[in-house]
């Protein structure tokens, strides 16, 4: 996309070296709470999985989803504006194929989804409720995105018990102050929370937000607690780990030979460190296995994301062992 086609006040914002999204300065802008909550989801290699975003607004979390998964993503997004400059966001970054973006009310989704239809939800739902907030914006569209008039907490359980699937995933992010309330509509609506993590904005602040894993028709009994995210240092700069999240990494396809004369394929974004974790049996459980050793590294090919090498990975493990050892030079 050339920058003539951007419309008045539009720029294409470089979020990392892999992703860019289209930003108008008159709509609401993504924040860093956006990349924080696609990094906390997990990867999945599987093409049959069936994601949506719920309220996705320029698209950011679900386009930034779609560079560490394979499968199919929906973005829900009632604003007609940000509706426009989502979809374009998707054609800018060729993602065509695996993301649709659809303008609708997250409380009306029946034309859209079948029941107990998706794998992964995803969303940075509104933050305050309409009786939290007194003062609300007069612009329409930066309202809906930060008061609960339309899609609140409430709606983001209910509407995800209806179209998950048994055992289905919830990722999102919200005010750590509220974390009383997650609980309670989690446990009202049978998800059990699995993982949790504070979000600081510096270490020795208040948790500002809370990054949440729940799991349908799951129980409460044991969450895990990652350990505190912190995005600013006392200089008033990003922390290494947010550096980290925000920079692009090359990721890499490897072919492991081993002392039995199996191929075993893996992906890394540092290739020698995790060939060394097989060496001393602390990598894929299949490299555990003493009858196996020693290894041999054989062929490593760079990809510009994590996405790109997991999907070479499932094409590369799809091919007879002839064809396997003709691509490699074996």
Same mark, same amino acid.
């Given at each position: 996309?050339?920058?003539?086609?951007?419309?008045?006040?539009?720029?294409?914002?470089?979020?990392?070296?892999? $992703?860019?999204?289209?930003?108008?300065?008159?709509?609401?802008? +993504?924040?860093? %709470?956006?990349?924080?909550?696609?990094?906390?989801?997990? %990867?999945?290699?599987?093409?049959?999985?069936?994601?949506?975003?719920?309220?996705?607004?320029?698209?950011?979390?679900?386009?930034?989803?779609?560079? =560490?998964?394979?499968?199919?993503?929906?973005?829900?997004?009632?604003?007609?504006?940000?509706?426009?400059?989502?979809?374009?966001?998707?054609?800018?970054?060729?993602?065509?194929?695996?993301?649709?973006?659809?303008? *609708?009310?997250?409380?009306?989704? *029946?034309?859209?989804?079948?029941?107990?239809?998706?794998?992964?939800?995803?969303?940075?739902?509104?933050?305050?409720?309409?009786?939290?907030?007194?003062?609300?914006?007069?612009?329409?569209?930066?309202?809906? *995105?930060?008061?609960?008039?339309?899609?609140? $907490?409430?709606?983001? +359980?209910?509407?995800?018990?209806?179209?998950?699937?048994?055992?289905?995933?919830?990722? +999102?992010?919200?005010?750590?102050?509220?974390?009383?309330?997650?609980?309670?509509?989690?446990?009202?609506?049978?998800?059990?929370?699995?993982?949790?993590?504070?979000?600081?904005?510096?270490?020795?602040?208040?948790?500002?937000?809370?990054?949440?894993?729940?799991?349908?028709?799951?129980?409460?009994? =044991?969450?895990?607690?990652?350990?505190?995210?912190?995005?600013?240092?006392?200089?008033?700069?990003?922390?290494?780990?947010?550096?980290?999240?925000?920079?692009?990494?090359?990721?890499?396809?490897?072919?492991?030979?081993?002392?039995?004369?199996?191929?075993?394929?893996?992906?890394?974004?540092?290739?020698?460190?995790?060939?060394?974790?097989?060496?001393?049996?602390?990598?894929?459980?299949?490299?555990?296995?003493?009858?196996?050793?020693? /290894?041999? /590294?054989?062929?490593?090919? =760079?990809?510009?994301?994590?996405?790109?090498?997991?999907? +070479?990975?499932?094409?590369?493990?799809? /091919?007879?062992?002839?064809?396997?050892?003709?691509?490699?030079?074996?």
């Amino acid at each position: 996309m050339s920058k003539n086609t951007l419309q008045t006040q539009e720029k294409i914002e470089n979020v990392t070296d892999s $992703l860019q999204i289209i930003q108008n300065n008159s709509l609401p802008k +993504f924040g860093i %709470d956006a990349l924080i909550l696609a990094d906390f989801i997990d %990867d999945s290699r599987s093409q049959r999985q069936r994601a949506a975003d719920f309220g996705s607004g320029s698209g950011i979390i679900g386009l930034a989803y779609a560079r =560490k998964s394979s499968g199919k993503i929906s973005l829900i997004e009632i604003d007609s504006d940000l509706f426009e400059l989502e979809k374009r966001s998707i054609q800018l970054n060729n993602l065509e194929d695996r993301v649709q973006s659809f303008q *609708a009310d997250v409380n009306q989704l *029946a034309d859209i989804f079948p029941l107990n239809s998706l794998d992964l939800i995803m969303s940075n739902p509104p933050y305050f409720d309409e009786k939290d907030y007194a003062s609300k914006s007069p612009d329409p569209s930066r309202s809906l *995105a930060r008061h609960g008039r339309n899609f609140n $907490l409430h709606t983001l +359980f209910s509407q995800s018990k209806k179209y998950l699937k048994s055992r289905g995933k919830l990722y +999102f992010v919200y005010r750590a102050e509220k974390i009383a309330n997650i609980f309670s509509e989690a446990i009202a609506n049978g998800f059990g929370i699995s993982k949790i993590r504070f979000v600081y904005g510096k270490a020795e602040s208040q948790a500002k937000m809370v990054l949440v894993k729940a799991i349908k028709q799951a129980s409460n009994a =044991k969450v895990q607690i990652d350990k505190p995210l912190v995005i600013y240092n006392r200089q008033d700069n990003y922390t290494p780990e947010i550096k980290e999240l925000l920079q692009k990494r090359d990721y890499y396809f490897y072919v492991i030979q081993t002392a039995d004369n199996f191929l075993y394929a893996g992906t890394s974004d540092d290739v020698d460190r995790r060939f060394a974790a097989h060496q001393a049996k602390r990598g894929a459980k299949f490299t555990k296995v003493d009858k196996h050793h020693p /290894l041999t /590294l054989v062929y490593r090919e =760079k990809f510009s994301s994590k996405h790109e090498a997991l999907s +070479f990975e499932s094409r590369f493990k799809r /091919l007879t062992r002839a064809e396997k050892e003709r691509y490699i030079g074996l």
